[in-house]
């Protein structure tokens, strides 16, 4: 029987990081996958998104072209889209192979489940390991009255495995991150897009009211207009369509319809219980702050443990876990020390607390406020929408959190969470040299902002 110091099982981002943290550090290591390499993230989630949403960015920017000096027409089509993301899945996930291959990591293909916590059946063959680590992910949540119209109720998994159905007027169901995304990105690329859901777009997503009016208006300078109060009921086919039917019986006909009703974790098929591994009530597997079960030598991250699910959730929580394996009890997880991004018709992104939660925690918030319409780097590239807004306690003069909305946020955020939980972040930030002319430039403004307007000079100048 092969023997591990590490079985990890699954390999989408927390997976992957997890396998190729621990080799590098030393330790013999295998990975199992029952299916494509790269797990929901490389092949159906973030990265062909991000392929997608690259294209959508430069089609929504169109209506500045001619005041740039840029004239021409300019369309998007979904058709060589789809084949141009799964070209860079394939690119990525051939690189995913070939690294772990060159750091020894022995890739295991099958469905992988316990026998004991420290020993894992693949197949018809088994493996023994000091620890395991379970990165088996999660799968779309389908509603059941929104199963009745086949192959034309699609989840984002199956709007990335396969071309989707022809025609041009389809319905995004969801107010959440996916129906966010999704709205704006098929919109760009040139569909009809009926958006459906029951509250306000990312109505318990964190972000602050001035975000979600900034982007409200950024959708609606696009045409793209979100219907509330207006979950669906049922779909069923219509024809070579399908009928989605509202709670006030009026039926909209589209020719398909995109689900983000959420995911759930993959925790089916594991025999979690053979090894001790318990989960919680809505299946998710019961892990501790260093992301270890209830079995000792068996460890869970991602969205199989974690309810945030998101994909930057899992890579922290890999470096966790292993850090956790090399030297127990070194390593805590901090979901709040972990960037949450919205890619759409603006990119919104934040880190740590807001004010309420702040309070919440009996905490003293302060805020401190730059906008991007001052900001010579963001009028040049005709996108002066959004600002940055930094949360800090007024006690400590630390940083509790960060919101940024506009171009780029994304990656701005990160400047944000490099000293995040520290005391010294606010002055860290504001003792750094920024480049000129650059968005980046808005974060130091927000924060000098907030200490001459909440009596931090002190704290944050020194």
């Known amino acids: 029987m092969p023997a591990f110091d590490l079985i990890v099982i699954g390999s989408g981002p927390g997976g992957y990081r997890a396998a190729v943290l621990a080799a590098l550090r030393g330790l013999k290591v295998a990975i199992a996958e029952q299916a494509q390499w790269g797990g929901t993230c490389l092949n159906r989630g973030c990265v062909p998104k991000k392929a997608w949403y690259a294209t959508a960015r430069v089609i929504a920017s169109r209506e500045d072209f ?3 000096g840029i004239t021409g027409d300019l369309r998007a089509d979904l058709a060589p889209a789809w084949t141009h993301q799964r070209a860079v899945v394939e690119r990525v996930r051939a690189s995913y192979i070939d690294y772990l291959q060159r750091l020894g990591v022995h890739l295991v293909r099958g469905k992988a489940c316990f026998e004991n916590a420290g020993t894992i059946r693949v197949e018809s063959e088994r493996y023994t390991a000091g620890q395991v680590i379970v990165a088996t992910g999660s799968r779309p949540l389908v509603p059941a009255n929104l199963r009745g119209a086949g192959l034309r109720v699609l989840t984002t998994d199956d709007l990335f495995d396969r071309p989707p159905p022809a025609g041009r007027r389809v319905a995004v169901v969801g107010s959440g991150v996916i129906g966010t995304e999704f709205a704006f990105i098929l919109a760009m690329l040139g569909l009809e897009v009926i958006w459906l859901m029951q509250n306000e777009p990312l109505a318990r997503s964190g972000y602050s009211a001035p975000a ?3 982007l409200g208006a950024a959708f609606t300078a696009l045409n793209i207009r979100p219907r509330t109060a207006s979950r669906v009921a049922s779909v069923e086919p ?9 709670p006030d019986g009026r039926r909209e006909i589209v020719d398909w319809v995109l689900l983000g009703a959420g995911r759930e974790p993959n925790t089916t098929g594991l025999d979690l219980a053979q090894a001790g591994v318990e989960c919680d009530a809505r299946g998710f597997v019961r892990v501790n702050e260093h992301r270890r079960t209830t079995a000792a030598t068996v460890y869970a991250i991602g969205d199989v443990a974690n309810p945030a699910m998101t994909s930057n959730h899992a890579l922290a929580d890999a470096a966790v876990a292993v850090g ?13 020390a972990v960037p949450r991004v919205v890619y759409s018709a603006l990119e919104l992104a934040r ?30 590239e005709a996108d002066a929408r959004g600002f940055v807004r930094i949360v800090a306690d007024l006690d400590t003069g630390g940083l509790l959190g960060a919101e940024i909305v506009g171009a780029r946020a994304g990656e701005l955020i990160q400047i944000a ?13 504001a003792g750094m040299a920024y480049n000129h002319p650059a968005r980046a430039e808005e974060i130091l403004n927000a924060v000098e902002t907030l200490a001459a307007r909440w009596g931090l000079r002190q704290k944050v100048f020194g």
């Open 238 to 246: 219509a024809g070579e369509r399908v009928a989605v039917t509202l």
């Open 351 to 380: 880190i740590g607390l807001n004010e309420d939660e702040a309070e919440a925690r009996s905490l003293e918030p302060a805020t401190g406020f730059a906008a991007f319409d001052s900001s010579p780097a963001a009028l040049a």
């Open 324 to 336: 956790s394996i090399i030297e127990p009890g070194s390593r805590r997880a901090d979901p709040q």
């Open 66 to 68: 001619a005041a740039r």
């Open 417 to 429: 969470g490099i000293e995040f939980g520290s005391e010294t972040a606010l002055a860290r930030l």
């Open 212 to 214: 979600l009016d900034t």
